[in-house]
């Protein structure tokens, strides 16, 4: 699977130049990948002119402060808004797994007349660009239609939105038509009802697919910031992200990067754990879009 | 079909709701306040009159022109060469996408910092051991667009390598080792095997990073809220104001029909343009 094959690469006219590039690459990447997550790491535990008048240096000059990572925590409220964005993650993966498994089900398995249609209606949704919806879907969410009730300001909000996802509804459909139908008329004949067939054949069997979509919904919300910021106007309900530039404006710069650099924490170490099921999805997404 | 209803309810409200409500709303005039106004195309000639609306578009352009730029060739090459690394390329697409997984106000505020325009600034100080700079970054109307383009080219360029090996891993082997025989050099199995089957991806990200990068928000909000002197205003910055900070949702949603329609034009234009080479 690649261009330069094994002859290739013995030769020294192909070989040095290959090291070289590696070692220019792996240089790079170090720098760009991990470089800014050292250095607020550095700089979390450092006095605040270290990072002002010599960013650059390797260690806090005299005493390490870790105390900037408790008072950012604790003062600085990280901590509690940290919990907001893991209720928001949280709540926004289990809708996102409600919606698109129930209806790839439908699609792909129940396969209703009208699936056709539904399944049109839902890729239509991929070729219309977020933003012409954005001003109506806040005003939807400021009173939704026929119950007239007003979401902003509860995490219901930002939970349903993202659920009405395309990608997610297609990447599961496209993972239950890779069962065998086998399994299902086999349950059948079995006596095995919809419903049945749902919770103890496709379910258990979709585990990778339904891990991809919880990861990816998990870190979607986790980036996310215009539509909290809208819709959360409540100090006591923001996510991190939403609070960290207010924080920003009134901290010192110190407890600032401590701040910072705990709101990074946890999605690196998502991502680091699960790195294998981010990769794929992030590969499957390419597949589906080409 | 109980089956059907989550996703119908979710789709109904949140999806095909807002989209229609979008297009309906941009010929109407509401506040929220007084009764809903029909007003025809007012909306769009509104907002076609505002030089803002001029200006933002030049400003969204050239984001879009610098960052296809930078942000395009850079993961595909990088992904190129990851492929060949075999056994390692987990690793190195594991640092490549460390950027992408960071929340973008984590790195937008780090970034900041790092474009401290006193010498002493972290870019600056970079800069300064090459005898170079120091320069003011975000604070100057020529160097704030692309300041905030280096910053959103880091933060996105892993995905895209992510995607490109996905391709690349597809490709069969076999085809690189009869090439091989056939006596065709590095260079050429590259432009000749490996580029061909990459092209339709390459196509797609291509058109996906334009109608990304027109849709640009985040970024110029918290670097520079629009400035300085308006250079980093964006149309998303300017939909925004129109709606949340003056209230007028009539010329914000005209402004965003206006923006889909350009996007869908030219996602046309480049399907049709790009129809002939892009099958294999």
Not at chain 2, 20 to 29: E, N
Not at chain 2, 33 to 55: C, H, M, T
Not at chain 2, 216 to 230: D, I, R, S, V
């Amino acid at each position: 699977m690649s261009v330069l094959s094994d002859a290739d690469r013995k030769l020294t006219r192909i070989r040095v130049p290959f090291i070289i590039g590696q070692v220019v690459v792996l240089i790079g990447l170090l720098v760009a990948g991990l470089g800014p997550l050292l250095w607020l790491l550095k700089a979390a535990i450092s006095p605040t002119q270290d990072s002002i008048r010599s960013p650059l240096a390797w260690f806090p000059s005299g005493e390490v402060q870790w105390g900037n990572l408790a008072t950012a925590w604790q003062q600085g409220h990280i901590g509690y808004y940290l919990g907001n964005t893991a209720m928001i993650a949280a709540g926004t993966a289990v809708a996102s797994l409600i919606v698109c498994t129930t209806a790839g089900y439908v699609l792909s398995v129940l396969r209703p007349k009208w699936g056709a249609v539904l399944s049109g209606a839902i890729l239509a949704t991929l070729f219309v660009p977020h933003i012409v919806s954005l001003v109506p879907l806040y005003l939807t969410v400021l009173k939704v239609p026929v119950v007239h009730a007003n979401l902003t300001n509860t995490f219901w909000a930002v939970w349903l939105p993202p659920a009405a996802s395309a990608f997610n509804v297609l990447i599961v459909k496209r993972f239950f038509d890779s069962i065998p139908r086998e399994y299902f008329e086999a349950a059948r004949i079995d006596g095995a009802g919809s419903i049945r067939v749902f919770t103890s054949l496709v379910l258990p069997l979709s585990r990778p697919i339904l891990g991809v979509v919880v990861l990816l919904s998990i870190i979607s919300s986790w980036k996310d910031y215009l539509w909290p910021l809208l819709v959360l106007t409540n100090p006591d309900l923001q996510p991190v992200s939403v609070a960290l530039p207010k924080i920003a404006k009134v901290t010192e710069l110190n407890i600032q990067l401590a701040g910072l650099f705990l709101a990074l924490l946890i999605p690196v170490l998502l991502f680091l754990v699960f790195q294998r099921a981010f990769l794929r999805g992030v590969g499957l997404s390419g597949g589906i879009k080409a | 079909m109980l089956f059907a209803l989550p996703v119908l309810l979710v789709f109904l409200v949140f999806s095909w709701g807002p989209i229609v409500k979008g297009l309906v709303m941009s010929v109407q005039q509401t506040n929220l306040i007084d009764p809903v106004k029909w007003v025809g195309l007012e909306n769009f000639r509104y907002v076609l009159s505002d030089p803002a609306v001029g200006q933002a578009s030049l400003n969204t352009l050239w984001f879009t022109l610098l960052a296809l730029l930078f942000g395009f060739p850079v993961p595909v090459l990088l992904a190129m060469f990851l492929s060949e690394l075999r056994g390692r390329s987990w690793f190195y697409s594991m640092l490549a996408y460390l950027p992408v997984i960071t929340p973008p106000v984590v790195a937008i505020l780090l970034w900041r910092f790092f474009y401290d325009p006193s010498p002493s600034g972290m870019f600056n100080t970079i800069l300064g051991h090459v005898g170079l700079g120091p320069y003011l970054w975000l604070d100057s109307p020529s160097s704030a667009m692309p300041s905030i383009v280096l910053e959103a080219t880091w933060a996105g360029a892993g995905n895209a390598v992510i995607i490109y090996l996905a391709a690349l891993t597809s490709v069969r082997p076999d085809l690189y080792e009869a090439a091989e025989l056939d006596g065709a050099g590095v260079v050429r199995r590259v432009w000749h095997v490996m580029l061909p089957h990459l092209r339709s991806v390459l196509l797609l990200m291509l058109l996906l990073q334009v109608i990304g990068t027109m849709q640009l928000f985040t970024e110029p909000l918290l670097f520079t809220g629009g400035g300085p002197q308006g250079s980093t205003m964006t149309i998303l910055l300017l939909i925004y104001n129109y709606a949340f900070v003056n209230g007028d949702y009539g010329a914000a949603t005209a402004l965003s029909v206006l923006l889909a329609l350009a996007l869908a034009v030219l996602s046309a234009v480049f399907q049709l343009a790009t129809r002939g080479w892009s099958t294999e």
